[in-house]
């Protein structure tokens, strides 16, 4: 089981004695020599801080960007790296104006790979021919570009899918579904490989363990694609794997193990290989129905855990995730699967345990006409406001980045002005590790310009603006924050006194550095 917890880094804080480092909460304002006569206390008085639940601030917001079919980035095939560079530029930048700190990138849509890899070949959804070489590895780019603007960088996969098509003859030379056909189950028009069968695990196994070693990626990612979708008067062929390796287990029971074995192993191997990396998965919303399980949600909608073997409990339980992200894809009040019904009862599913609790928001069925609830502008950020309802909800992610920017009847701006006014510290998860970064030193206030040293180990900066009157608690949550900054340096407003703190990958803040700037 997971030990990780979030924690309030305002109350770790401890008191200086320089003249220029305070800590968050009362005091705070106060001039050097009263802080120097509390050297020896403690920093008790923040626990007196109310934090103002309007502004958390620690909340996961993010946006999936789906490659797959070319939905998100790139707008299509064949563009040229500068065009499919300034795509993704754009998205960011849409992000970063609603506050948003996380991508969820696809990188392998169907066994291949967006990036230089010497299992699986290129892509097709780069230049529209599966195996040609783009002339760049786009993926350093597609971090290093979310990481500026103070975004963490979830690198998405899709474990079983083989190819959109049914024909291994028709893949690129060397591709692992034609060097193995064995590995290979045809449905639906598609070709999967079998979950059943440890080489399938290893490979894919093998593949994520390698973009973790060499690329700078903050986070593991899997939807809620697993065994396929039922298709209609279809059966998926994995008899020979099931007399093989059934070991007396019945059927289900034994494909829901098999997933459970991929998470398990997947969880082991990123964290192996690098302790500080996440590993999290988006289920289906639906875990079980009541009519399955006493302990499922009052819903009437397709299982995960009967129909594509999918335990989102068990991983739970087991704490092969750091966090789960269910796709909650329905509105307020809908007949057969009620959104404030999900979101409460997958809080319940994480309460008491250490993973965390992020949801995934339906935004490309905003403005559709075939649900009255998704043709109110409203309806998306009260959504939201359901999820801050519910304390163990950690935030949201966005499907997705194309539905981001086309902000479908305003929306998304809703959204961002009814709940991410402010910029958010990404959650704690303690398993990961990290700690807080030394303090900004050396901090400036020429004009209006702040500047300082950077802090070794700091990926990002806060900066709070402390109000000229009222309460000090500055930084309990996210009222005073006015940005996440990645340079050590910000734009600032005259006669103003600012707080900077230090925050490293995983989101541990430093104490806080006071400075004002001087009149105009």
């Known amino acids: 089981m997971r030990t990780g917890r979030p924690l309030l880094a305002a109350a770790a804080l401890a008191v200086v004695t320089t003249s220029a480092a305070y800590v968050f909460g009362p005091g705070a304002g106060e001039s050097p020599a009263a ?55 754009k998205i960011l930048d849409g992000a970063a104006k609603r506050n948003l700190n996380a991508v969820f990138v696809q990188v392998r849509p169907a066994s291949d790979a967006l990036y230089k890899s010497s299992l699986e070949p290129w892509t097709q959804y780069l230049t529209g021919t599966a195996g040609k070489d783009p002339g760049w590895d786009p993926l350093p780019f597609l971090i290093d570009e979310a990481h500026k603007r103070g975004m963490e960088f979830h690198a998405w996969f899709n474990p079983y899918r083989a190819s959109y098509g049914d024909s291994a003859a028709k893949l690129p030379a060397g591709h692992p579904a034609r060097k193995h056909p064995d590995w290979t189950i045809k449905y639906g028009g598609r070709l999967y490989y079998n979950p059943g069968l440890p080489a399938v695990r290893d490979h894919v196994t093998k593949v994520i363990t390698d973009v973790v070693s060499r690329y700078d990626i903050d986070g593991v990612h899997f939807d809620d694609y697993f065994y396929p979708y039922p298709a209609a008067g279809q059966k998926f062929d994995d008899a020979a794997a099931f007399a093989k390796y059934g070991d007396g287990k019945k059927l289900a029971a034994w494909r829901r193990d098999n997933v459970n074995t991929l998470v398990a192993q997947v969880d082991k191997a990123v964290h192996d290989t690098k302790g500080y990396v996440k590993f999290g998965i988006s289920p289906f919303g639906i875990w079980r129905n009541k009519s399955n399980d006493p302990t499922g949600s009052a819903t009437s909608g397709m299982s ?53 609790l992020y949801i995934g928001q339906g935004l490309y069925r905003v403005g559709a006409k075939d649900d009255r609830a998704w043709t109110k502008p409203g309806e998306l950020a009260a959504e939201v406001g359901v999820n801050r309802d519910h304390k163990q909800v950690r935030g949201e992610v966005y499907f997705s980045a194309k539905n981001l920017l086309a902000n479908p009847i305003g929306s998304v701006d809703r959204v961002a002005k009814n709940h991410y006014s402010r910029p958010a510290l990404l959650p704690l998860i303690k398993e990961r590790g990290g700690s807080a970064p030394p303090a900004p030193a050396g901090l400036k206030a020429g004009g209006s310009q702040l500047s300082w040293k950077p802090s070794q180990g700091a990926r990002a900066y806060a900066v709070y603006q402390v109000p000229k009157s009222g309460k000090g608690c500055h930084g ?28 490293d990958r995983l989101g541990h803040e430093s104490k806080a550095v006071k400075v004002k700037t001087p009149a105009p």
């Open 35 to 89: 802080s120097k006569k509390k050297t020896a206390i403690a920093a008790a008085p923040v626990a007196a801080c109310t934090a103002d639940a309007r502004y958390p601030k620690r909340e996961l917001r993010g946006v999936w960007i789906a490659t797959t079919q070319n939905i998100d980035w790139p707008a299509k095939a064949g563009l040229s790296p500068d065009r499919q560079r300034a795509e993704y530029v």
């Open 304 to 356: 995960a855990y009967d129909s594509i073997y999918a335990d989102a409990r068990a991983w739970i339980k087991s704490g092969t995730v750091d966090y789960v992200l269910p796709q909650l894809y329905w509105p307020r009040g809908h007949k057969l699967a009620d959104y404030n019904t999900l979101a409460a009862w997958w809080s319940d599913e994480v309460k008491g345990t250490d993973v965390q």
């Open 476 to 503: 309990t949550d996210a009222r005073n924050l006015v940005a996440v900054v990645t340079s050590p340096s910000f734009a600032a407003t005259p006669d103003a006194t600012y707080l900077v703190s230090a925050v």
